[in-house]
């Protein structure tokens, strides 16, 4: 990287942050030349993938409203943040390994569901149910029964029905 004080190209990493939302990585320099610090700025290659949407259209991908929606499934869960962020970058790493430009939003939406039945059967079930746009009772009856088949499973139908009429 070229200071922007003395434009030689000899400078040192000294400190490396990823912004809290994941979209940037700042970096502080010194330059072996004259000794000034500078920082950098770069995007990592994650952010220029763009989402197809169930409509056709693209949008940058957006770690920001992954989060959201993961905290608004998560909600007085005992799930911390760091799971949160573990569990968002499983799901960038299976897109990343699976996809190079272009990923379709509901692959994003079945890993996360994948991971996050892993994690906690309420927050899935509510991730689910907006994911999913459950457009009937009916719908939604129909996933409970589907995960109340796996014993793993430890849970109470008048929880989730208690949870889901809020
Ligand atoms: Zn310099």
Redesign the pocket.
């Known amino acids: 990287m070229k ?1 922007p ?2 434009h ?1 190209d000899n400078d040192k990493v000294t400190d490396t942050r990823t912004s809290p939302d994941g979209s940037e990585i700042r970096r502080r320099r010194t ?1 072996g ?2 000794g ?1 610090r500078f920082t950098t700025f770069e995007r990592p290659e994650a952010v220029q993938r763009r989402v197809v949407k169930r409509d056709g259209t693209r949008v940058p991908y957006n770690r920001e409203k992954i989060l959201q929606g993961l905290e608004r499934a998560c909600w007085k869960r005992k799930i911390s943040d760091a799971q949160i962020t573990g569990l968002i970058t499983q799901v960038e790493k299976d897109v990343e390994s699976t996809f190079e430009k272009e990923v379709d939003s509901r692959f994003i939406g079945e890993r996360m569901m994948h991971y996050l039945a892993e994690l906690d059967q309420v927050a899935y079930v509510r991730f689910a149910s907006v994911y999913r746009h459950f457009e009937s009772a009916d719908d939604f009856i129909k996933e409970l029964t589907e995960i109340r088949r796996n014993p793993d499973w430890e849970w109470s139908t008048s929880e989730l029905l208690r949870d889901r009429s809020k």
Do not use: D, G, Y
């Open positions: 200071c004080h003395c030689q330059c030349n004259c000034k």
